[in-house]
Structure formats: structure tokens, C-alpha cells
């Protein structure tokens, strides 16, 4: 019978999680708990409500890049984003001198579009809705817009959340540093539906600390990940970490009160825009502030369910499974696709990425580890092929370090790691975990530059 990973007379770190039902019973990988399938059906009714909107506009956007690239090559290859392109290139030598980072010159034109013309956009559709009434068609024109063609905007806009709330010492220089140091959580995360703090903290204390382990609240690793309805229970899990409750909750509950208080002050901030609006015009407010938030939900917790949804059950703590590594990706944004990288390197440029993973590839520890790689994909495609449980075509995209798997062999190799449990009623191991995927009890390894 499996070992128990963890039971409430551990005392390796408070917060533990126990890893049977009531009675004591370890459950099957889609059995749930009657609070788990409170939490499916509350997460299928979200979805409900939130896919013909979210749906609609993504769609949208994916449609706007296949239009402005001919339905012809691969996402990004359109005219307009090599227009895009011609401009960061003209406008580098100048805006070089504004960031840290050569690499990063784009950024100075980003948040001009987005920091400066999004907003006044934003404040036409304010105005045109408090003069004229509300216009369903300018709304979803603003939020195609917003997102951009293949939802680049929104893609840069949360990755730039991430690198920035990962950045103690901020992405521009000089004067500048000052002025726009949170320029994405603080100001063009707001149209977004990001709330301050969440990337800056609870993304980074919390998840680098814990790295998908039992005391990350937005842990993947209690619920077999090939199945839509885990997926569905996981969503409320989500929105407790996307609306700032469950990480400021953890920062309280481990006597971080500094951290906790930085938490509520992000929240007070959003919910202060959000408010302000809402006295004005409640349904502009639900339209273009509050409707960004459903998308962040949807769009985030799938990828989080892909970026983690692969454990190796001889030691669910090992990075080199736990978290996924792409090639060849038609939307590696910043590098995003080494994402073992990003948990060995949270502080890491991002321009550093590659040569961080062939260091470790040259030291024959991603083929000693089968490492979890795939090729020619992308998050969203990866999460559908997850939940759908479509192991085939799952084993077509996997490489296989060590050369030496069959497609059969893949097959198998992928299914145990989707259902392999770290913690909770599932929790299927049969070794006593070391707590290695905790990191440093301050601050992670959230700000740790590389060397």
C-alpha cells in the first residue's frame, strides 16, 4: 500500500495537506470528494457564463492574426506584426537608453501603446457609454483590440506582469526606474484584469516557494490533470489566487503580515478603480473592468493546469518534470517556454533562458530525468491535449532525451505522470517526500538573479 506523503503528525512544515478521504481511503485519480464536486459544478457554471464571452473575443484575435497573415504560415507572421517588428527595430538605438536591457527596448514602445493609448481608448468608450448608452459592438471592438491579433497583447501584458513582479530592481533605469518601476501590475494590469500584488507577491513568494507543492494555493498536483472535470474543480481554486484571497490568506497564515498587507493593498487599489467606475456606470464597469478579471481566470488557469500538470512519481519535488519545457513554439513569448528554467532562474533575464537551459542539458541532467519536453506546440494546445487525455498526439510532440522510448512507451510515460498525486485524497507515492521544492522562507527564490 502506498506510504503516506504526508499526515497531519509531520512536522517538517506546517500547512500539510493529508492524503485520504475521512475515512482514511485513498481515492482513484477522478474520484472526487463532495466539496471537490461542489467546486466542479461551481467551476462548470463559471465557464458557462464566461466562454461566450471569453470564447468569443480570443477567437476573435486568433481570427484577426489568420486574416492579417493570409490564413497562410504560422501565428505572428502577419503583416501587422511585421510592422510591429520594423518599428521596435527603428526605435531601438533610442529606446535602448530607457530599460536595463538592450533585449528590452520594445518595452518603451509597449507601454506607450498600452500604458498611453489603451487607456485613452478605454476613456472614448467611457465616455461615448455615460453620453450615448452602452454599445455592445464598441466593447467587444475594445476588448479584440485590447487583446490584440492571436491575443499578443494580452500575452505580453501578463508576461511582462510576471518579469516585473520577478524584478526587485525594476526593468527601466535612470529617472525612469522610478516613474514606471510597476508600470504593468499597477497601471496596464488594470486592463487586464490583473490585481497589483498578484504577480509581485503571491505569484512569486508563493508559487516559487512552494513550486506546485502542497502549500502553493495554486497547486495543480492533488487531481489527475487528464480530465476536463479535475480541470472544472480546480477553476475556483484559481479565482481564490486571481482575486488576491487564498495567497493573502497563506501570507497570514505563516505570520507574514508585511507581505499579507502589501496583498490587501494591491486588492484595495483595483477594487478602487473598479468601484469608482462601478458608481458611475455599473454595467461599463462589470463590461471593462470586471470582464478582463473572467478572462485572466479562464485564460491563466488553463495554462497554469499545462505549465504544471506533469509529476514524476518516483519524486513529484523533481523540476525537470514538474514543470514543462516547448521547442519550437509559434508563441514562446520572452522565452516562457523554458519554464524549468524559469523555476531554477525566477529572476534570470529572460534573453538568458536558453544558454540556462543548455547548461543544465550539457550537464546530461534533462536526458538523466526524461525531462518533460515537447516540440511544435503551445500552452493552450498542450491543455486541451491534457484534459482530452489525447496521448497519442501528446507522445507525437514529446522528445525523448534519452532516445530510447517507444511511441507506446511515451504514451504510458505521459498518462503516469497526469495522474501521479503529490498531496491530497489522490496522492499516490511511494516515498517520503524531503520538502525540497520549498525554497528560501523569506522571499523564495523569487529575486534571484542569475550567475
Not at 526605435?91 to 536591457?101: E, I, L, Q, R, S
Not at 472614448?124 to 457609454?129: E, P, W
Amino acid at each position: 500500500m502506498p506510504a503516506k506523503a504526508f499526515t497531519k503528525n509531520d512536522k517538517i512544515h506546517k500547512g500539510n495537506k493529508v492524503n485520504s478521504d475521512k475515512k482514511g481511503n485513498q481515492l482513484g485519480p477522478f474520484e472526487l470528494l463532495w466539496h471537490e464536486k461542489a467546486q466542479m459544478y461551481l467551476g462548470i457554471a463559471m465557464l458557462a457564463v464566461l466562454l461566450p464571452f471569453v470564447g468569443t473575443v480570443v477567437a476573435s484575435g486568433v481570427f484577426w492574426d489568420a486574416l492579417d497573415r493570409g490564413f497562410m504560415g504560422r501565428p505572428n507572421d502577419g503583416i501587422l506584426m511585421q510592422l510591429v517588428g520594423w518599428i521596435i527595430k527603428k526605435t531601438h538605438d533610442f529606446n535602448k537608453g530607457f530599460v536595463k536591457h538592450e533585449a528590452d527596448s520594445y518595452m518603451v514602445n509597449n507601454v506607450i501603446m498600452l500604458g498611453v493609448f489603451l487607456p485613452l481608448f478605454f476613456a472614448y468608450c467611457f465616455y461615448s457609454t455615460v453620453t450615448h448608452g452602452f454599445s455592445l459592438f464598441l466593447c467587444y471592438i475594445y476588448h479584440v483590440i485590447r487583446i490584440g491579433p492571436y491575443f499578443m497583447n494580452f500575452a505580453y501584458v501578463y508576461t511582462l506582469c510576471h518579469k516585473e513582479g520577478h524584478s526587485r530592481v525594476g526593468l527601466f533605469k535612470g529617472s525612469g526606474n522610478s516613474a514606471i518601476n510597476s508600470v504593468y501590475n499597477w497601471w496596464i494590469g488594470l486592463f487586464y484584469g490583473v490585481l497589483p500584488s498578484s504577480f509581485a507577491y503571491g505569484h512569486s513568494i508563493n508559487h516559487h516557494k512552494y513550486n506546485n507543492g502542497p502549500d502553493d494555493v495554486v497547486s495543480t498536483s492533488d487531481k489527475a490533470r487528464d480530465s476536463p472535470w479535475n480541470f472544472f474543480s480546480y477553476l475556483p481554486r484559481w479565482v481564490g489566487y486571481a482575486i488576491n484571497v487564498t495567497t493573502t490568506l497563506q501570507f497570514y497564515s505563516e505570520g507574514n503580515t508585511r507581505i499579507a498587507t502589501k496583498m490587501v493593498t494591491g486588492s484595495m487599489w483595483w477594487l478602487g478603480f473598479f468601484g469608482l467606475t462601478y458608481s458611475i456606470h455599473p454595467l461599463f464597469a462589470i463590461s471593462y473592468i470586471l470582464y478582463p478579471l473572467a478572462e485572466n481566470i479562464v485564460l491563466l488557469a488553463c495554462i497554469q493546469w499545462c505549465w504544471h500538470a506533469f509529476l514524476d512519481p518516483n519524486d513529484p519535488e523533481n523540476e525537470y518534470v514538474g514543470s514543462i519545457t516547448i521547442f519550437d513554439g509559434p508563441i514562446n513569448v520572452l522565452n516562457e517556454d523554458y519554464h524549468v528554467v524559469h523555476h531554477q532562474y525566477p529572476g534570470a533575464h529572460w534573453t538568458k533562458n536558453p544558454q540556462l537551459y543548455d547548461k543544465h542539458f550539457q550537464k546530461g541532467e534533462y536526458e538523466q530525468h526524461v525531462a518533460t519536453v515537447f516540440r511544435n506546440t503551445h500552452a493552450f494546445e498542450m491543455f486541451f491535449l491534457i484534459i482530452l487525455a489525447e496521448y497519442d498526439q501528446m507522445a507525437e510532440k514529446f522528445i525523448d532525451l534519452t532516445g530510447k522510448l517507444s511511441h507506446e512507451q511515451k504514451k504510458d510515460l505521459i498518462k503516469q505522470r497526469l495522474r501521479t498525486c503529490w498531496w491530497g485524497p489522490r496522492a499516490n507515492l511511494n516515498i517520503k517526500l524531503q520538502r525540497k521544492e520549498v525554497g528560501n522562507f523569506d522571499l523564495g527564490r523569487s529575486f534571484v538573479e542569475s550567475k
